[in-house]
C-alpha cells in the first residue's frame, strides 16, 4: 500500500471528448509525476509537477495538462481525446529529490 | 539520451526454478536503477532500488539485483521462484531529474 490513490479506475470516454483524472499523493510528498502506459508497454513520462508548478515534460502534446494542489491532490487533463489515448495513466509522488516514487493503482482509459 | 533495455519480452520458468531478468541502461552520468512489478490491473510495486553504495541490492519478495557500471546492467534474479511471482517486470532509470525512463517490461511466467 503506497498511499498514493487514483480516480476514477476506469473510464470511458469518445474521440474529442475532454477527461479529468485524479490522483491523491501520500502526504509530505511535493512532486507528482504522471505516467501513460500503453497496452503492452513501459509507462511513459508526461509531466511532473512540484511545488503545483510544472518541472519538466516529456514528449507529449499540449493538450495533456496538469495542476497540483496544495493538499497533495493533483489532476491530469487531456482535451481533443484520440484513440490512441487509450491507455493506463499512472501517478507516482515522491519528495524533492524524486530517489523514489509511489505509485497509484492507475486509472484506465478507454476512448472509442 | 538515456535509455532502458529490458533485453527478453517474456521468461518462462518452472516453480522453483532460479530466475534473472535482464536489464541494461545507457546513460553519460549516474543514475539510480529501479525495478517495478505490476500484476495484472495493477499500479507498480517497488521491488528494490539502487542509488549508490553496495552493488548488491536486496529487494521484497526474495528478489536482488546488483548493478554492474562496467556492463552497464542491472539484472534482477530469484534463487527460487513462485506462482505467485507470475506478473510484468520493469527495469526503470533516471538521473536525479525529474524524467524516469522505463523498459518495454519482462513477463515472467512461473508454470507448476
Known amino acids: 500500500e503506497t498511499g498514493v490513490t487514483q480516480s476514477p479506475t476506469h473510464l470511458i470516454k469518445t474521440r474529442g471528448q475532454q477527461v479529468t483524472l485524479r490522483c491523491s499523493s501520500q502526504?509530505?510528498?511535493?512532486?507528482v509525476s504522471w505516467y501513460q502506459q500503453a497496452l503492452g508497454q513501459g509507462p511513459q513520462f508526461i509531466f511532473q509537477?512540484?511545488?503545483?508548478?510544472?518541472?519538466g515534460r516529456g514528449n507529449f502534446p499540449p493538450r495533456f495538462s496538469g495542476l497540483q494542489f496544495p493538499n497533495y491532490s493533483s489532476e491530469l487533463n487531456v482535451n481533443a481525446l484520440e484513440l490512441d489515448d487509450s491507455a493506463l495513466y499512472l501517478c507516482?509522488?515522491?519528495?524533492?529529490?524524486?530517489?523514489?516514487?509511489?505509485f497509484g493503482p492507475g486509472t484506465r482509459l478507454l476512448v472509442l | 539520451a538515456q535509455s532502458v533495455t529490458q533485453l527478453d519480452s517474456q521468461v518462462p520458468v518452472f516453480e522453483e526454478a532460479p530466475v534473472e531478468l535482464r536489464c541494461n541502461y545507457s546513460?553519460?552520468?549516474?543514475?539510480?536503477l529501479f525495478w517495478y512489478v505490476q500484476y495484472p490491473n495493477q499500479g507498480l510495486q517497488l521491488l528494490l532500488k539502487?542509488?549508490?553504495?553496495?552493488?548488491l541490492v536486496k529487494g521484497i519478495n526474495g528478489f536482488e539485483a546488483e548493478f554492474n557500471k562496467s556492463q552497464t546492467s542491472f539484472h534482477l534474479r530469484k534463487p527460487s521462484v513462485h506462482i505467485s511471482d507470475t506478473a510484468e517486470y520493469f527495469c526503470a532509470a533516471h538521473t536525479g531529474g525529474f524524467k524516469t525512463i522505463f523498459g518495454a517490461g519482462t513477463r515472467l511466467f512461473v508454470k507448476a
Open positions: 539502487y542509488l549508490s553504495g553496495s552493488t
Open positions: 546513460s553519460s552520468v549516474s543514475v539510480y
Open positions: 509537477y512540484y511545488r503545483e508548478e510544472e518541472n
Open positions: 502526504s509530505g510528498h511535493n512532486t
Open positions: 507516482a509522488s515522491g519528495t524533492g529529490n524524486q530517489e523514489t516514487q509511489y
